[in-house]
């Protein structure tokens, strides 16, 4: 079946640093990929996607570029801010279904 | 987009009781899915909940353990009956069509 793997959390960095989180993903077909990030205390919210090869998703200053030749779908941000601390999910949507990764939560220090 | 709300936002209950989570959608919807998060795990997709017809369940959940109520295109209930332990997760609940779906905040469910 379809699974995402990402990297294992948490991630601490400090403001203005470049952050990023692999995401790698065995699916049949051609799946759609996603970012979704969870603000504390709040829902899973759509951050970025993909839907197919080549695309790059971009929203907020994140960026994610679909690699089929590597399965991948690593997220990065050039500068983070303290606002940026949450938890990100990798997820694919394959045969009418979404699957995500464990999630990594990443903490921004001022 | 939707705004959806989940009642209760955590609670802790004993071994062989049984929760109640409720998920509230401020827009009529025609699917709703019910998802379980594992501590340090992957959300899973436990079951597909259209109104007037019974509920979807993934492999490995039965409607038995997790019941499904769909009264109407704003509502849906999940039940984790006889809980043990084991069913310790975060419970989410989402709306939406393939791929664009929309996420509760969720409700931790801890069993001691």
């Known amino acids: 079946g379809d699974s995402v793997t990402q990297m294992e959390g948490p991630v601490t960095l400090s403001e203005e640093a470049f952050l990023t989180i692999n995401c790698t993903y065995t699916a049949t077909g051609y799946p759609s990929l996603f970012w979704y990030v969870q603000y504390p205390g709040e829902g899973l919210q759509l951050l970025l996607k993909?839907?197919?090869?080549?695309d790059k998703g971009s929203n907020k200053g994140f960026e994610a570029t679909y690699r089929k030749e590597t399965t991948s779908f690593h997220l990065e941000k050039g500068s983070v801010q303290v606002s940026d601390s949450a938890v990100y999910f990798c997820?694919?949507?394959?045969?009418?279904?979404?699957?995500f990764g464990a999630g990594t939560t990443v903490t921004v220090r001022a | 987009s939707a705004v959806i709300s989940q009642k209760p936002s955590r609670d802790i209950c004993q071994r062989g009781t049984s929760l109640t989570i409720q998920c509230q959608v401020d827009s009529q919807v025609t699917m709703m899915f019910w998802y379980r998060q594992q501590p340090g795990q992957s959300l899973t997709l436990i079951a597909t909940?259209?109104?007037?017809?019974?509920?979807?369940?993934e492999s490995g959940f039965v409607i038995d353990k997790f019941p499904i109520s769909r009264p109407n295109l704003t509502f849906s209930t999940l039940t984790v009956s006889n809980m043990s332990p084991e069913d310790s997760s975060i419970y989410l609940c989402?709306?939406?069509?393939?791929?664009?779906?929309?996420f509760g905040p969720g409700t931790r469910l801890t069993v001691t």
């Open positions: 989402s709306v939406g069509e393939d791929w664009e779906q929309y």
């Open positions: 997820a694919l949507y394959n045969d009418y279904k979404l699957s």
């Open positions: 909940a259209n109104q007037g017809s019974e509920a979807t369940y």
């Open positions: 993909a839907t197919k090869a080549d």
